[in-house]
């Protein structure tokens, strides 16, 4: 009896595992396929970046060009100041990263680990924020870095990230909250102060959500087009994305230039998140574990 009872318990187990390994191999199929649509692109891209003006329009697509003309890239770079446009750019996200992870970190430790009256609704108000369209405050904030005499450089880039990012902000204190209190409790007890909590206690536990707010803020202020374009009126200053934006103007027409610098401009992107994703997912999959 035992016999017949331990045999249909054995089948059920074994079909039980054989489900499983095909709902994983669905997930990773779907994965691979959704991986494959998003990298298609980009791989066309740096193709048509090395081929010749007559194999860019060809009736079917050609994935890996014959020649491979490497100096594409070499016209592309020369064909716009490029070292410039990369030095203003690192500029302007090195102060985004800084103004946004100093000014988030901050606002974000006192509502998750401060109490005072009116800290719930205050932190409402902040969420509420992030609905707002920013083409909403855009004229509004150009009639002011216009009256305080900003445009044309790059203060109207730089200075508003060190006054807070309500994302950055509601991020780091989902963080924040995941830390027992007890910790602070116990500094608090030696005798810490509340900033000295912060910064020898709160922060370091923090490197994984603070290095997700840095590589947000760096590649929104990387990829950010449309504040250089509207501020920055001197081409000594523009940044990559306005400076690329020069150069389709200039060589519509040569399309493998045109994909060798956006090649170009895109490369960085890919390296950063590159060494940085395993912190980068660990920050995304630990924040907001705790309300």
């Known amino acids: 009896m035992r016999n017949g009872q331990s045999q249909p318990f054995a089948t059920w187990k074994h079909s039980k595992v054989w489900r499983r390994r095909i709902a994983v191999a669905a997930v990773y199929l779907v ?3 959704l991986s494959i649509s998003f990298l298609a692109p980009f791989a066309l891209m740096v193709s048509t970046s090395l081929k010749t003006d007559d194999r860019i329009f060809t009736e079917s697509i050609e994935w890996i060009p014959r020649p491979i003309r490497w100096q594409n890239y070499v016209e592309a ?5 490029f070292l410039l446009y990369l030095r203003n750019t690192l500029f302007v996200c090195a102060m985004v990263v800084v103004g946004t992870v100093l000014s988030s970190a901050l606002p974000a430790y006192a509502f998750a680990r401060l109490r005072w009256r009116g800290r719930d609704v205050l932190f409402l108000i902040m ?3 992030i609905m707002l369209p920013a083409q909403v405050t855009m004229l509004p904030l150009f009639v002011l870095f216009r009256t305080l005499g900003w445009t044309g450089t790059y203060l109207p880039l730089i200075i508003p990230p060190f006054f807070g990012s309500a994302f950055a902000i509601f991020l780091l204190r989902q963080f924040f909250l995941t830390i027992p209190q007890e910790l ?3 500094a608090r007890l030696d005798g810490c102060s509340e900033w000295r909590i912060f ?3 709160i922060v370091p536990l923090s490197v994984p959500a603070l290095a997700t707010v840095a590589l947000f803020a760096f590649i929104g202020a990387w990829t950010d087009f449309i504040n250089p374009l509207i501020y920055l009126t001197d081409e000594s200053t523009y940044t990559l994305a306005v400076g690329l934006q020069t150069f389709v103007g200039r060589h519509s027409s040569e399309w493998n230039l045109l994909m060798a610098a956006a090649t170009v401009v ?3 992107l890919m390296v950063v998140f ?3 994703q395993k912190l980068f997912i660990e920050g995304i999959t630990l924040t907001g574990m705790k309300g």
């Open 31 to 33: 994965l691979i396929a």
């Open 77 to 81: 770079l020369e064909s716009f100041p």
């Open 127 to 129: 969420l509420m924020t």
């Open 184 to 186: 602070s409790d116990a």
């Open 199 to 201: 910064w020898q206690i």
């Open 266 to 268: 895109t490369l960085p």
């Open 274 to 276: 590159f060494f940085t």
